[in-house]
C-alpha cells in the first residue's frame, strides 16, 4: 500500500500526499445509490483500500488523516460499460488502426486510462481493442501500478464475423492484417469455441461479441445480423463453464434477440430493438446498454472532419431511434446499464450520456445508479465497486452542486479516490 501510494505519488505531476493505511472522508453530501437516499454530513471510514464505516460526521482522532470533502457531493467512483482504451480514438479513415503500432497504443491505453479516471469512472468495461489484449495488459499495468487509471474487466479482442463489425475495415485486398489484429474472428461454432477459450487462456475477464454490423466498419450495416445464434450459444457456454458471461454488440431487431436467445447478459446499443427485443430483455433479465449520447458527438464531429457518408449515414439512422428504444426500455423496467462507447468521442467525456439518459426518461437518481449499482451487478462486482457501504473498494468522486436537480455537473468532478489513494 505504501508503496503503491509513494509510486502514485510520483506519477502524479500535482503529487497526492502520501495517505495512512486508516483515512477518514467528510462527505457534505453523499448520495447512497444502494438505498436511492441521500444522507446529510456523513463520514467515511477507510481501512486498507475498503471502506469500513459511514456514520453521521463525528470527530475524529487527533493525528488522523482526514479528506475534507464537506463542500462537496461525494459519490461511488462511477462506472463505464462501454469504453475502448486501449485503441486511437475513431477518425475519418477505418483503417487508421493500422497505421498505430501494437507498442504505441498501449501508451494511446495508459493515458486514456488516466483521462478516464480523473474524470471520475474508477471502473470500466472494456469492451474490445483491434491489438488483442492490449486492455489485458493495461488492466494488469494499472494493477500493479505501473500506471494510474480505472479498474478494467478486459475482453481481450472483439468476436466477430470475417470482414464484420469487430474487424479492421477500409484497407486494399492484398493487404495483410496482423495476426494480433485477428484473435477474435472466427469461422464457425468450433472455432468460436476454440477462439473464444484462447481469450481466457490469456487473461480476458468476459467475452464481446459482435452480432450485428457496426455504425464506424466500413462495409457492414448495423441491422444486419452477423454472428450466427449457434457461434454466439457456442461462447457463451465457453463463458458460463469458466464461470464469466457474454455481452454483445447489437444494433438490429434481429440480431439483438438471437444474441438473447444465445445465453448473452448484455446488449450493447440495441439501438434498433423492437417491442419483442425489449420484451424479451425484460423477461430474461438481460441488460442494455445503450450508448446514447455519443450520436450526437459523431454528427456533429464526423460531418465536420469530412467522415465517410456511409458512417455518418448509419450514425443517423440509429441515434434517434436508439433513444426512442431506451425511452420505452425505462418505462418497461429493463435493467439499463450505463455505457457509453468512449473512444468514438474522446475519453473524459463519459458524464455527458448522463443528461441524455435522464432526457429519455431516467430520474437522476436512476442515471446514477446505472452508473453504479446496475453497472456493479451486471460486470459481477458488486461486493466491491458501485457503492460505499463497508467492505467495498473506497472508489468515490466528490462535485460541487447537487447532481439530483442538475446531473450534468457530474461532468466535472473534482476529486477523485481510488481504493483509497487520492489521485485527483
Ligand atoms: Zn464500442
Redesign the pocket.
Known sequence: MLTRTLLLAALCASATPALADTIYVRAGRLIDPEAGKVLDHRLIRVENGRVVAVTADAPVPADAQVIDWSGYTVLPGLIDM?V?LADVDQSENVAEPLLHSAMEIAYIGARNARTTLMAGFTTVHN??NFRAYADVELRNAIARGDVIGPRISAVGAYVTIPGGGGEVTGFAPDVEVPADMRAGVVADAADTTRKVNALFQHGADSIKLIATGAVLAQGTEPGQQELSEDEMRAAVEVAKARGSWVTA?AHGAQGIKAAMRAGVKAI??ASLIDDEGIAMAKAKGVWLDM?IYDGDYIADYGRAHHWPADMLRKNDETTQAQRDGFAKAVKAGVKLSFGT?A??YPHGLNARQFKYMVRYGMTPMQAIQAATTVSADLLGWSKDVGALSPGHYADMIAVRGDPLADISVLEHVEHVIKGGDLVK
Do not use: I, K, M, P
Request: hydrophobic content about 20%.
Open positions: 462501454h475502448h469492451v474490445g454488440h450493447e446499443h450508448d462507447d473512444g468514438v
